[in-house]
């Protein structure tokens, strides 16, 4: 039983960092039916500024929560510049052409993204340096939850809220949810698309950035190559949840991380990437419009 | 019809040129290694004690009057990379012996290419028994894992006196898998237990399900024979999920690396190694000091293994008073009581070396010599 509620508190803490990724996925679906590639890259780089800016501007600073706050704000702000960068001059410039070409698009900017990272930042792995106090937090009965999983959790949960905010209870919100309606009448009754879409890129970026950072705490070893899996699972995470629902996405983010851990506690780790896989063809074959998604006929 | 002419003049010198064995002045010696990836202090510090024993002997006039030049590839650390590394090596650069690898898994997949071309093959330190069974044309200069297994066994069941252990393994690497099964054979045949056995796959970062279940079976250690990125990942994790038993391994910790990704999760763990710092022999020493006025870094056994297996290599080829493929196989198969850096190197039949290993403890971030077993 004790080992159940660890790998839960676990599985939890793996499905937040999975959940702040998936967001961003399932926001750019959302306004523009665009299964954004590069997003995980975009995850990437957000860990590679974190990464650089305490090397370059705190290198020998003390651990503490304010430290990691701020290192998520600058990897904030370094993924959505990266992001903004990638809406404006791949994305915009295809908004009319046909989705199949802003999606080979997208594959060409995570390569890019992937392959460049790898020039510049190097190909090996680097380490993460602490920037969170560590403690070990003993909940009796050999459970224990560390200082990283509480910050992780408090982080996501955060951000999770204001994003909950933002889309449901601003006007901003209300414009991007008209855009997923229709593209062409939230055009048309004078919604400024570009730049509802530009906001809705930094959002996501953002996010991704923000998971940047709490990956690179929880998991010390970064390399270019990084977002890979955590975008791809990320990606199934929001197609479980229902892509473009927001709520679905978190909800099947953390569905994963703990079908994940579970998987690798019970059965044997080698499965454990399969079944994110496993998971995906099963919502595909059963329910393609994901847990909390409405059906509608659609062509990818 | 003179194009035509010309093109076969063209093809005729190319040919000509590529048979020219990087002229008669120069000795190619081939190395490939893991110098970017997961393990790319590997492969850096193994070329780096290449390159010393390379420069020192051209100081001292080179091999047979000529002078010893190295060809370097990378495979970034997979087994495909390896073998075309390798064929590279003897086909396109046709190199008279090849230095390599570390990792038991990538000598496994290149060794058959040396073999088949016969082609000497040295590994520095891969210590899979499997890696010189390829064939007679490859070697080693480091000891094996049924010896390295017993060392780190008898320390925990002797040394520390724990009779309970946990191995956590690397399913996908022969070497973790090979060193884990030795360990676990003469654990408990001493007389100690096995309470649980976990396994991971090369490239993991997340441990915790595993370290979860290997907590609750209450071990007195844990074994993980893996590489030095995921250990230190693995000692960090351990520490999270409040596990506060030593963890043992072997030569695959040996890396800079091991201290800056484990941090103080690190402390207080033992692992066994080729050679220590600490050795107060003359070779060792020198080494030392000439591979730090050098590199400017303190030599890791890799390193130490490296420079080993080049020496062992020119040694050979001094012996042989030839750089032909059969000769010079027998000339390093016949090397005997080599004053290496890492012990003394005598191969045996399996073209493997017998030697002692020592034992470190990881202390205030650095590798801290405990005690040498003999085998």
């Known amino acids: ?300 | 019809m003179k194009i035509l002419s010309k093109f076969f003049l063209l093809c005729a010198i190319l040919t000509l040129v590529s048979c020219n064995k990087g002229g008669d002045d120069k000795i190619m010696v081939g190395y490939f290694g893991s110098m970017t990836g997961a393990e790319a202090t590997f492969g850096v510090s193994t070329r780096d004690g290449v390159l010393l024993a390379i420069e020192e002997w051209n100081k001292a006039g080179g091999v047979l009057g000529k002078q010893i030049e190295i060809k370097a590839y990378d495979n970034q650390g997979k087994p495909e990379e390896a073998r075309l590394s390798v064929e590279k090596l003897i086909n396109a650069d046709n190199v008279i012996a090849v230095l390599g690898e570390v990792a038991s898994t990538r000598s496994l997949a290149a060794a058959p290419v040396a073999q088949q071309n016969k082609v000497p093959m040295i590994s520095p330190s891969s210590t899979n028994p499997l890696v010189t069974q390829k064939g007679d044309y490859i070697f080693r200069v480091c000891f094996i894992d049924p010896f390295q297994g017993e060392v780190m066994a008898k320390f925990a069941f002797n040394s520390l006196k724990k009779k309970k252990a946990a191995i956590l393994r690397d399913s996908k690497s022969d070497y973790s898998m090979g060193l884990a099964t030795y360990f676990e054979k003469t654990f408990t045949a001493l007389g100690g237990e096995i309470v649980g056995d976990e396994k991971y796959v090369s490239g993991d970062v997340d441990f915790k399900a595993q370290l979860t279940n290997l907590k609750s079976k209450g071990p007195e250690f844990i074994f993980v024979p893996g590489y030095y990125t995921e250990v230190g990942l693995i000692a960090r994790q351990a520490k999270e999920q409040g596990i506060s038993v030593p963890l043992l391994g072997g030569d695959g910790w040996d890396s800079p690396e091991l201290v800056s990704i484990g941090g103080k999760s690190m402390e207080g763990n033992f692992f066994s190694n080729h050679y220590t710092t600490e050795d107060p022999r003359p070779e060792v020493q020198n080494f030392i000091k000439n591979y730090e006025a050098r590199f400017g870094s303190r030599p890791n056994a890799l390193a130490a293994s490296g420079y080993d297996a080049a020496r062992v290599l020119f040694e050979a080829i001094k012996r042989a008073n030839s750089v032909e493929g059969p000769k010079l196989r027998d000339a390093i198969a016949a090397t005997k009581e080599f004053q290496g850096v890492t012990g003394i190197i005598t191969l045996n039949e399996q073209r493997d070396a017998t030697k002692s290993a020592v034992v470190l403890e990881v202390k205030d971030g650095q590798f801290k010599y405990l005690e040498t077993v003999n085998p």
């Open chain 1, 1 to 300: 039983m004790n080992e159940f509620i660890q790998h839960t508190i676990n599985g939890l803490a793996l499905g937040s960092i999975y959940a702040l990724v998936a967001l961003g996925y399932t926001m750019v679906f959302g306004v523009l039916q665009l299964i954004n590639f590069a997003h995980g890259d975009i995850f990437m780089v957000g860990s590679f500024v974190g990464l650089y800016f305490i090397r370059w501007f705190m290198p020998n600073v003390e651990p503490s929560l304010l430290t990691t706050i701020i290192v998520i704000l600058v990897a904030m702000v370094g993924s959505a510049t990266v992001g903004v960068i990638i809406e404006k001059f791949a994305y915009r410039p295809l908004r009319k052409a046909p989705r199949i070409n802003i999606l080979i698009t997208a594959i060409g900017v995570s390569l890019l993204l992937e392959y460049g990272g790898q020039l510049i930042f190097g190909a090996s792995p680097q380490f993460f340096p602490d920037i969170l106090p560590r403690k070990q937090i003993d909940l009796g009965g050999a459970i224990y939850l560390d200082s990283n999983q509480v910050t992780i959790f408090l982080v996501s949960f955060v951000l999770m809220l204001v994003l909950q905010f933002l889309v449901f209870k601003t006007q901003f919100g209300r414009a991007m949810r008209a855009i997923s309606h229709s593209l062409e009448t939230a055009n048309l009754i004078g919604i400024n698309v570009n730049k509802v879409i530009l906001i809705t890129f930094i959002i996501g970026s953002s996010l991704a950035g923000a998971a940047g950072v709490l990956y690179g705490v929880a998991y010390p070893k970064i390399d270019p190559l990084l977002g890979l899996l955590p975008g791809l699972k990320a990606f199934i995470a929001a197609v479980l949840g229902g892509i473009g629902n927001v709520t679905g996405a978190v909800i099947g983010a953390i569905l994963l991380g703990l079908s994940e851990t579970y998987v690798a506690g019970y059965i044997s780790s080698t499965y454990r990437d399969a079944l994110a896989f496993l998971i995906l063809i099963l919502v595909l074959l059963l329910r393609p419009a994901g847990l909390l998604g409405t059906k509608k006929i659609e062509k990818v």
